[in-house]
């Protein structure tokens, strides 16, 4: 009785380790990766989350849960995953977070951010191709958006110029509404002030 009783209660206290063993951090990493590759993101992300929990300070952890997010067009928290994988460190594959960071910040058109990944990857990788070409891209898209801001602010100095120079024209039909309006209130004096701007002609004030 005593050696069954001895028995159950091993049992009971080796069941965690059991279960690490057979769900622990490489168990979970290879089952995500396995999700991942057949397409299946909800599952991949359930295996890689329960990896940052059981090694909350290991890069490849959050690099995965950063890739499964981006997949899942949750660009932020990949953002967010990547810089806490960057944080841990782990230099043989910083160049490539810097990468997939750089991607998750052009999908939310922060070029600028984009670029500034996209040089810190190529610093540890500088023959990685797809990186210079996600560069140059980056650069020209950010190049054609300072172009068209810049015409647009161009076109609206135009216009506000063009508006301050020419004068406004008061048509004879609400120059006449307003004459009636002040003749109902009998105000003979701001009758003739009214006539008085309409021989002169009508002026804005400038702005500067």
Known sequence: MLNSRFFA???????????????????????????????????????????????????????????????????RMAIGAFQTALLNGNSSIDAVLYYNLGNAQFQLNDLEGAIRSYKDSLQLDPHDVDTKHNLEFALQLLKEQQNEFNKQQNQTSQKNDTAQAEPKIISKTETQQLLDQLSKNENKRRQEILKEKLNDGYRREKDW
Request: proline content about 4%; glycine content about 8%; hydrophobic content about 40%.
């Open 9 to 75: 209660i091993t049992f009971i206290l080796i069941i965690p380790f059991l279960l690490g063993w057979f769900w622990g951090w490489d168990s979970v990493m290879k089952s995500g990766n396995q999700s991942y590759v057949d397409g299946d993101y909800d599952s991949a992300f359930v295996h890689f989350q329960e990896a940052v929990f059981q090694r909350p300070n290991n890069p490849l952890s959050h690099y995965n849960l950063g890739t499964v997010l981006y997949k899942q067009d949750k660009f």
